[in-house]
């Protein structure tokens, strides 16, 4: 089965939202094996909507529509679609109690327009909607499946999950299963990252490799198709196998992880605490580690030293090497990574300074970046970053870098 | 001229990603005036990608790619635009300088295949990439425009707003002038906002008036059409004074501004220097206020006290308090505040203490939130809130009404 998502509504195509829905849905069908080709979104228009199913028609057999299925003069998809394929409309009763109900119970006065919503192709199969109004419908049409969602993700999703999908199961005739694996990487560019795997990205087929590069990171996403989900999974054990040993070192985890959610795990699996000391990410490291559950387990707190009045009084660092190196120096890392640990009794202190611009400071380019990092019983390290992209780019690559280094370092420890 | 936007990558059509370029450039050409009729994503295959332009140029004047400009196979959009239109790849020599040059500034070895992005169509215009290493293009043939742009947000944005923008506003033959402006809100909902000015909504006509509503914000854009600007601007003040008078004490800013923005504006103007005391939010007003170049004028830094021992040894908060109130405290806030101010010598102590979730703590639900707020010889104020939504929703929340408090107290002081 090939798949066309269309995408129906003029708030898409004036960039009020993003066509969420169409994410979500290929990722459904892509878990369950079937390929989507082609998304389409289309405004409230009934004769460009009709233009783009006839598009449609000679390039997929499911065309799946988003949205359109609502009260107002707006919505026209399922009147568009019953007049191109012949299907009648026709009032669903349960579709028009539940609806009546629904008023009701707010204590609202239906609208005549709201009837409109229990209108269904006839001869579709219902697809009910357990959060609004307007029920989804499935009709097949010479070899075409046509299947209709209402646009709010809250119908959609549910409506998926509880009756699209098993709908759809029953009409595949394929008993494959579809098993899939992402690995990220970190420190490694997308180009070198496929001119070390240049070899099984030409030859792939079953599994696939797929690079995406985004955020300052890659990753490959594995995908192997077999009858027995567990051959599946082993096909993909062996293609990993074979890339970690090229690229090892780079890997840091699985699927949705980030190194964030990496590095708390590696803090809590050593049972180590751990403060920052954050001059350009201003508390983004700190923010970052927060935003994950359970942070109270490591993070002890974080000085957000961004003058060097900070710098100096509340966390520590000594005028001197102020005066002498400046505040974007490895000295100045040093000295804020085994502060904060002091201050802040952790086992691990990270330090973070630099220069993420606009503008030049102390005579330090933009991008300049001293990353330090204090262990009990170790010596302090200090990593120099030359980095580039715009400020938020740069703020968030530091921290990134932070993670990276800290991991490293605790996974070396043992 | 009518507009399509085609994106390219499989990475869409498998659900790993949502086209938010897509989302993007709509808003973009909206407000200049050109109609986008159809959004199409296309994976990386140049088949379906060419089937894809031929449909496209029987119903679109502009045709827009996003994607595939990269360095690996995958990234094929510009090689399959050029066999289709006949224009041979050149090496841009300025982009391969700039690539090589990249490359030696990051000290990473330059793979062969970085090369590829140097290539442009011939006879095009270059759109510089300011951000990232493919120049994205414009070519005219046989009365279609086309425009390649590569796909990650932090490339294409600003070459769109510094470069593309214009060559479209050269090629438009506008003669109506489109003006909008986008009037933002906090602290009122969707539903009670449009309920105010229903009347207004139902009659608009020209200036138009579309609300939208995320992130805890509200927005309306008003837009306006004539051939005369100024008359377009006067007619949107018009609507804009007649709103402002209904829910003016809600109003904060215009178009593209932020509460943290508006913040350090007024921060700005009044001379005065902040410092925060963040336990919940981890560090994210500080990072969100260092997101701002900036900063360094208003923020004199922060300490992100998680652990009580943070609160009262770093900070200064008494044993006493965090004893008898504990940290989630009307009391604890106010001396978060006021010590933090102390501690770094600032104008202003914000304090932000709470329960994120997804666990109750000391016995307060999640949700429960104190900010602190004190500024020099007055006396301090804490706002109690109780906020619904996910961790993360949470401390976002909490940092908008930080920021909204405070301006609020800030413009009461004159």
Sequence with gaps: MNAEIIGVGSELLLGQIANTNAQYLSKQLAEIGINVYYHTVVGDNAN?????????????????????????????????????????????????????????????VMTPNNKKQALVMEGSTILRNDYGMAPGMAIKVEEIEYMLFPGPPKELYPMYENYAKEYLLNKLEVKERIESRVLRFFGIGESQLETEIEDLLENQTNPTIAPLAGDGEVTLRLTAKHADSNIAQQMIDEVEQVI??????????????????ELMSALISKGKTIASA????????????????????????????????????????SSDTLHNYGAVSTQCAKEMAEQIRVKCSSDVGISFTGVAGPKVQEGKEVGTVFVGISVA???????????????????QRTVRYGCHYLLKALNEEN
Excluded: M, W
């Excluded at 970690?244 to 959610?261: A, H, I, M």
């Excluded at 994950?292 to 961004?306: D, E, H, M, P």
């Design 244 to 261: 970690r040993q090229r690229v090892g070192p780079y890997f840091y985890g699985y699927n949705q992880t980030s190194l964030q959610e």
């Design 377 to 395: 019983g170790r010596e302090t390290t200090v990593h120099h970053l030359q980095l580039t992209g715009s400020r938020q780019a740069i703020r």
């Design 48 to 108: 460009r909507l009709k233009d783009a199913i006839h598009t449609a028609q000679k390039r997929a057999n499911l065309i799946i529509f988003t949205g359109g299925l609502g009260p107002t003069k707006d919505d026209l998809t399922k009147e568009a679609i019953s007049q191109l394929l012949g299907k009648p409309l026709v009032t669903d009763e349960e579709a028009l109690q539940s609806i009546e109900l629904y008023f009701k119970k707010v204590k609202r």
């Design 278 to 317: 954050e001059s350009l990410t201003g508390g983004l490291f700190s923010e970052r580690l927060t935003s994950l559950s359970g942070a109270g387990a490591v993070l002890k707190g974080s000085i957000v030293c961004y003058h060097n009045e900070i710098k100096q009084h509340t966390l520590g660092v």
